[in-house]
C-alpha cells in the first residue's frame, strides 16, 4: 500500500508538468517535521518521484519497472493562489507571497531530495515536511498560516519594498510591503469574478530600484457550493392529450447553478418531483416530464399541478435545491359520444306559426370541447307504426353556438286538421377519431312530440290572389265579381268585407260587407287605365283584430268605342309641275282600341275630289295621287283633303281627318324647291337688291327713333321750384326710399338735436357718394334755444295722456337764432335771391348735395 502523501506527491508532480512556470529557487519557512517509517517505502507498488532544486533547474526522475525516467526543465517559482471564496473569518484572509525571480533554495539544507513538489497552484496554507527513509518531503497544511515564499535579497532589515499591481490591487488585495505577505481585504464572490490577474515586484525602499523582475501571478477563487439551482421560469405552462401513453413527454424543465461546474458537485443537478404523482414523472438528469399513468380522461380532471425540485451536489445531503410548479392542461380528443339527457322531449307550437319559426330545442350532451363536442341532427324518416310522421312538417338544425338541435315548421301547421306531431331525431358528432371509436357508438336517438296549439286565426280567402275582367262599358253599380273568405277556426264566425281606400283613391269600386260582392261606382275607360289593382281585407265581425288582406285585379275589357285616327302628322306637298296620278303622300292610321282579331282600316275620301285621290293599300295604310297636274301657286297655295278612315270592330267607328297639301315649286327631277312667301315675291318680280334696299331703309328708321328717344331722355328737367314769383313755401319732393322700420341709419335724431356729436356713419341702403365726407364746423357751440325748444316738445309729449304708445317723430317750423344760413323761408329770399351765391351748399357734404343741386342747377339756367 503506498502512503497518502506519497500519492499527493506524484499527482502533484503530474500537474506540474503541464503548467510551465518562471525559473527560480524555493525557500521554504516554517518547516514543521515528521518522521515516517522508513518500512514504508518497501510497501511502494509504484514508480517512485523525486525532485531535486538547483539554482537554474529542477530534475525530476521516475523509476518504473527498473527503469529510470528523468525529466529536466527550467527553474520555475509558484504563479497561482488559490483563496477560498465566501471567506467569513474576523482576520483578512491570506494570499500568499510572491516569489522573486532570484530567490534560491539553499537554505533548505539538509533537505532531502524529493521536498515539497512544484505545483502550478499555491493554495495559502503552511509547509509540512515529512521524513521518509532519511528524505524529506514537504507538504501543504492547514490554512492558518500563508506560503514562505519570498525574495532571497530580502535579509530581513526592512531595505525591500513589495508593490502589488493588477486586478483588484489596493482595493480587494493588499501586500504588506515589508514581508511581502498578500491579504484578501473582503469577502470574495467566484459568481462575480473567477480569478484575478496581478503583478508583484521587490524594489529598494531607499532607491526605488527594483531588485526583482516583475512576478506575475493570478489569484483563483476556491469555488464552494453557495449558489442554489435556479429554474428560468416560477412557473411553466404545458399541455398534453387525454388519453396519452405511459412515457409520454410533457415538458422538459432545466435548472443552472452559478457554482463552478468543474470542480466537485457544486453544480451538478439532479431533477425529482415533489408533488404530482402518480400522474407524471421527471427524468432525474435532464428534468424531461412524463405521463406516469395510462388513459388520464380529461372529463374527470382537466389540470395537474406539479412541482419539480432540482438539487445540486449530486443529490446527496447537504445539496442546495430550487423548484419550479409546472401547471398541466389535458388536451381533449373525441372519446365522449353525445347522449341525449332524456329519450323522449315535448314541444308545442301555434298554429299559425310561419313557415321557418322555431318550434323548440332539443340538445344532447358530449363531455368533449371544442370541435370534438359538434353535433350533427337529422329528423329519421316516418316510421308510421312507431307514430313517427312529422318528418315532412318540422326541419332540425345544428346552432353552432350552442350545439343545440333548433327544431323549425317546414309546412303551414293547422289544428283542425292535425293537432299532434311525432319525431325522431338523432345525433352524432361531426368528427370521428379512429382511435376511439371502439369506445361508441357515437350515435343517439330521442323521441320529439310537437302539439300544435289552438290560436284565433283570421279569415282565409278562397283564392290569393283575384282577378276579375270587366267591360269598359260596364254602367255604373253593375257587380263585377265578388271575393269569398272563411273564418278557420272551429267556431266560424262570420266575415265582414272592406276595401282599402288607399288602394283605390277615386273610388271606382265598392263591395258588399256581408257578401264580398264588387261593384262599380264609376265609368270604366280601359283606354285611361287598362289595369285596377285594390286590396280587399276580410276581418271577423266578432273580433276586428282578426283581418286579412288579399290583391284584386281587376282587367278593364276593350269595347270598340274610339275611331281611328292618323298616326301622324303628315306635312304633304305636290309641285307644281306635278304630272296626273303621281303618289305624293302615303298615309296610316292608328286606334286605340285592341280588338281581338286585330285592327284592319278602310280610308276613302268624304266627296270625290278633282284634284286629288285615295287609293286602299289594305294593309292599313293608303296612298294619295293627283287626278291632274299643272298646279299653280298664284291660284291656290294649299289644298284640304278630307280623308275618313273607319275601323272593322262592332260597332264601326270612323272619324275624318283633314289632309293639308301644299303647292310647292319643285325642279325637273321633282325635287321641292321653295314653298314660302318669298318665292311668291320673287316670282312677282322683285330682286334680291330690291329686297336688300328695302331691309336697310327699315334699319335707319329704327335707328333714328333710337336716337329720337335718347335725345329726350337728355333734356335737363325744369327745377321744382318754377317761378319765383311764388311767394308760398315749396314742397321739395325727394325721389329716395327709406328703408322702412329697419332703416337705422337713414337718419339720426341726435344729430338734429346736437350738431356738434354728429358721426360720420354711412348709410347702408345707398352707394356713399364720398368715403371722407366735408364736415363743416359748426360756428355755434351752444345751441341752448333749439335744445331747449326741442327739451320742451319732449316733455309735452312725454306728459300727453293722449299721445301713441309707440315712438313717433314730431316736426317742429322752428330754426333756432344765430343761424349762419339765416332764414331759408322763401318770404324774405325773395328780395335778394339773384345776389345769392350758393356754392358753398356743395361743401356742405353728401346731406345737402340735393339741395345744393337744386339751387346750383337754378342759378345755371337762369344765366342761360
Known amino acids: 500500500m503506498i502512503p497518502s502523501h506519497y500519492l499527493l506527491l506524484v499527482v502533484l508532480l503530474f500537474l506540474d508538468s503541464a503548467i510551465p512556470l518562471p525559473m527560480g529557487e524555493v525557500q521554504l519557512d516554517n518547516v514543521t517535521d515528521v518522521n515516517v517509517s522508513d518500512t514504508s517505502t518497501s510497501q511502494m507498488d509504484g514508480p517512485i518521484a523525486t525532485t531535486t532544486w538547483t539554482d537554474s533547474s529542477i530534475e525530476t526522475t521516475m523509476q518504473t519497472e527498473g527503469k529510470v525516467l528523468r525529466r529536466t526543465k527550467r527553474g520555475w517559482m509558484w504563479n497561482t493562489f488559490v483563496v477560498m471564496e465566501e471567506y467569513t473569518g474576523s482576520l483578512d484572509q491570506y494570499v500568499g507571497k510572491p516569489l522573486g525571480a ?149 415538458i422538459q424543465v432545466t435548472a443552472t447553478d452559478a457554482d463552478d461546474e468543474d470542480y466537485g458537485n457544486s453544480a451538478k443537478l439532479v431533477y425529482s418531483i415533489l408533488e404530482g404523482q402518480p400522474y407524471f414523472s421527471v427524468d432525474p438528469n435532464n428534468g424531461i416530464i412524463r405521463t406516469a399513468l395510462p388513459n388520464m380522461s380529461r372529463e374527470n380532471r382537466e389540470k395537474y399541478q406539479v412541482v419539480i425540485q432540482a438539487k445540486d451536489m449530486a443529490g446527496q445531503m447537504g445539496g442546495l435545491s430550487g423548484t419550479t410548479t409546472i401547471n398541466v392542461t389535458l388536451l381533449d380528443v373525441n372519446n365522449s359520444p353525445p347522449r341525449f339527457l332524456h329519450t323522449g322531449y315535448h314541444l308545442s307550437v301555434p298554429e299559425s306559426a310561419k313557415v321557418g319559426a322555431q318550434v323548440g330545442r332539443v340538445k344532447a350532451n358530449d363531455a368533449d370541447i371544442g370541435k370534438n363536442a359538434e353535433m350533427r341532427y337529422r329528423i329519421v324518416g316516418d316510421d308510421r307504426r312507431n307514430g313517427h310522421d312529422g318528418s315532412d312538417m318540422f326541419d332540425v338544425f345544428t346552432d353552432g353556438a350552442t350545439q343545440e338541435a333548433v327544431i323549425t315548421v317546414r309546412k303551414p301547421l293547422d289544428y283542425e286538421t292535425k293537432r299532434l306531431y311525432q319525431l325522431k331525431v338523432d345525433v352524432t358528432n361531426t368528427e370521428l377519431d379512429p ?80 257578401n264580398g260582392t264588387i261593384f262599380t261606382l264609376q265609368p270604366l275607360d280601359r283606354e285611361l287605365n287598362k289595369w285596377h289593382n285594390i286590396s280587399v281585407a276580410a276581418s271577423e265581425i266578432n273580433n276586428a283584430g282578426q283581418i286579412t288582406r288579399v290583391p284584386v285585379f281587376i282587367k278593364v275589357m276593350d269595347i270598340n268605342d274610339n275611331a281611328p285616327e292618323f298616326a301622324m302628322f303628315y306635312e304633304t306637298f305636290v309641285c307644281e309641275n306635278v304630272k ?25 275620301l268624304s266627296t270625290i275630289n278633282p ?75 322683285l330682286s334680291t337688291g330690291a329686297l336688300v334696299a328695302i331691309l336697310l331703309c327699315i334699319i335707319i328708321l329704327l335707328m333714328i327713333v333710337v336716337l329720337f328717344a335718347a335725345l329726350r331722355r337728355q333734356r335737363k328737367k325744369e327745377p321744382l321750384i318754377i317761378s319765383k314769383e311764388d311767394v308760398r313755401d315749396n314742397v321739395v319732393s325727394y325721389n329716395d326710399e327709406g328703408g322702412g322700420e329697419e332703416d337705422t341709419q337713414a337718419f339720426d335724431i341726435g344729430t338734429l338735436r346736437n350738431p356738434e356729436v354728429m358721426d360720420t356713419k354711412l348709410r347702408r341702403d345707398i352707394i356713399p357718394e364720398m368715403l371722407f365726407p366735408f364736415r363743416r364746423a359748426s360756428p355755434i357751440k351752444d345751441n341752448a334755444d333749439i335744445r331747449d325748444f326741442i327739451h320742451g316738445r ?29 332764414s331759408l323761408s322763401s318770404l324774405e329770399s325773395a328780395a335778394n335771391e339773384g345776389d345769392q351765391d350758393f356754392e358753398y351748399l356743395s361743401h356742405w357734404g353728401p346731406q345737402f348735395r340735393k339741395l345744393a343741386d337744386m339751387y346750383i342747377g337754378k342759378d345755371t339756367d337762369r344765366e342761360a
Open 102 to 250: 532570484g530567490s534560491g533554495a539553499r537554505d533548505l539544507e539538509g533537505a532531502c531530495e524529493a521536498p515539497l513538489p512544484p505545483s502550478s497552484v499555491f493554495i495559502a496554507q503552511p509547509v509540512i515536511c515529512h521524513s521518509v527513509a532519511g528524505c524529506r518531503m514537504c507538504c501543504r497544511g492547514s490554512p492558518l498560516q500563508a506560503g514562505i515564499l519570498h525574495s532571497d535579497k530580502d535579509r530581513g532589515d526592512g531595505s525591500v519594498k513589495y508593490v502589488l499591481i493588477g486586478e483588484g490591487a489596493g482595493v480587494v488585495f493588499e501586500i504588506n510591503e515589508t514581508s511581502g505577505d498578500i491579504h484578501a481585504k473582503k469577502r470574495l464572490d467566484r459568481e462575480e469574478k473567477a480569478y484575478y490577474v496581478l503583478r508583484a515586484q521587490a524594489v529598494n525602499r531607499r532607491t526605488g530600484q527594483p531588485l526583482e523582475d516583475w512576478s506575475n501571478f493570478t489569484i483563483k477563487i476556491h469555488d464552494i457550493n453557495d449558489n442554489e439551482p435556479k429554474f428560468s421560469r416560477d412557473t411553466y405552462l404545458a399541455t398534453v392529450p387525454e388519453m396519452s401513453e405511459v412515457g409520454t413527454s410533457v
Open 580 to 604: 296626273s296620278g303621281q303618289l305624293i303622300q302615303t298615309i296610316s292610321a292608328v286606334d286605340t282600341d285592341e280588338p281581338l282579331v286585330g285592327h284592319k282600316f278602310v280610308f276613302s
Open 435 to 514: 382511435r376511439f371509436v371502439h369506445m361508441g357508438p357515437f350515435t343517439d336517438t330521442a323521441t320529439v312530440r310537437v302539439t300544435v296549439t289552438d290560436v284565433d286565426e283570421p279569415p282565409l280567402f278562397t283564392r290569393n290572389p283575384y282577378i276579375i275582367e270587366v267591360q269598359e262599358d260596364t254602367p255604373v253599380g253593375s257587380s263585377i265579381g265578388s271575393v269569398t273568405a272563411r273564418d278557420p277556426d272551429a267556431e266560424n264566425h262570420p266575415v265582414r268585407y272592406t276595401i282599402d281606400r288607399y288602394t283605390d283613391l277615386e273610388r271606382l269600386f265598392n263591395i258588399d260587407p256581408i
Open 794 to 822: 319732449l316733455q309735452e309729449n312725454d306728459l300727453d295722456p293722449t299721445a301713441p304708445p309707440y315712438d313717433s317723430l314730431a316736426t317742429y317750423a322752428y330754426e333756432g337764432s344765430g343761424s349762419l344760413a339765416e
Open 611 to 685: 284634284n286629288f285621290t285615295i287609293i286602299d293599300n289594305e294593309d292599313n295604310t293608303a296612298r294619295i295621287l293627283t287626278r291632274r297636274g299643272g298646279f299653280s301657286r298664284r291660284e291656290t297655295s294649299s289644298y284640304l283633303l278630307p280623308v275618313v278612315i273607319s275601323d272593322n270592330d262592332y260597332p264601326i267607328q270612323s272619324s275624318t281627318s283633314t289632309l293639308t297639301v301644299r303647292v310647292c315649286a319643285c325642279d325637273s327631277r321633282g325635287n321641292v324647291q321653295s314653298c314660302s312667301t318669298e318665292a311668291l315675291l320673287l316670282s312677282a318680280g
